[in-house]
């Protein structure tokens, strides 16, 4: 059975080990999919964001769930696209891969992703669905100890091209 799977909806509504947020460098709360966490896991969180002093680009750092329904919350700073020539891809790969060794790192089965980089910071909806399935499929060969990944997409066109990509993934493993 594939450990990969998609919904279409709202992270913060997911129980999971850990749900990713798609932070920026200062881990002190943005719009978009950060300003939901942080409004449904409630002001805990954004006190033990102050004392992580921040995330580089490409990195990803946790901490707890607080009222989340997720146990706790991967904080990964995703690259602002400007033309593909600034480490863009490079960036959002490792985005996912540290995400993921982080979860390793602490004992986490389930993870849910949302679609890094794609809304305030640009980065093309279909690049990045590569960019991330490619990713997450690689890392969880060497990660057996992650049971679940699911990517949660918040709009119809992104849960499209997840499926499109899983479909496509799935028939060059059986080929
Ligand atoms: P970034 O700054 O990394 O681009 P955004 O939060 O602006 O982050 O957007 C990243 C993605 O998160 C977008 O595809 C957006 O549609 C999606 N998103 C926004 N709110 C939610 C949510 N509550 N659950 C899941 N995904 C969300």
């Known amino acids: 059975m594939s450990r990969i799977e998609i919904m279409q909806g709202d992270i913060t509504k997911i129980a999971v080990d850990a749900i ?3 932070a920026n460098e200062t881990l002190l ?3 978009g999919v950060d300003g939901a966490i942080q409004r449904a896991a409630g002001p805990q969180l954004l006190n033990e964001c102050r004392g992580l002093g921040g995330c580089p680009t490409g990195d990803a750092k946790i901490t707890q769930g607080y009222h989340l329904p997720a146990r706790h919350v991967i904080h990964t700073v995703g ?3 400007r033309d593909g020539k600034h480490q863009e891809h490079n960036l959002l790969q490792s985005c996912y891969r540290r995400s993921l060794e982080v979860a390793q790192a602490n004992h986490l089965k389930t993870i849910a992703f949302p679609c890094i980089s794609t809304g305030a910071y640009r980065f093309p909806k279909d690049q990045a669905a590569r960019i991330a399935v490619a990713t997450v499929s690689k ?3 060497q990660i057996p100890e992650i049971e679940k990944v699911i990517f949660v997409c918040f709009d119809i066109k992104d849960f499209k ?5 899983l479909l496509l993934s799935e028939k060059s493993t059986v080929e």
């Open 20 to 22: 990713v947020n798609a």
């Open 79 to 81: 690259p602002v696209w």
């Open 29 to 31: 709360g943005g719009a």
């Open 161 to 165: 091209l997840y499926e499109e990509l």
């Open 139 to 141: 890392c969880l060969k």
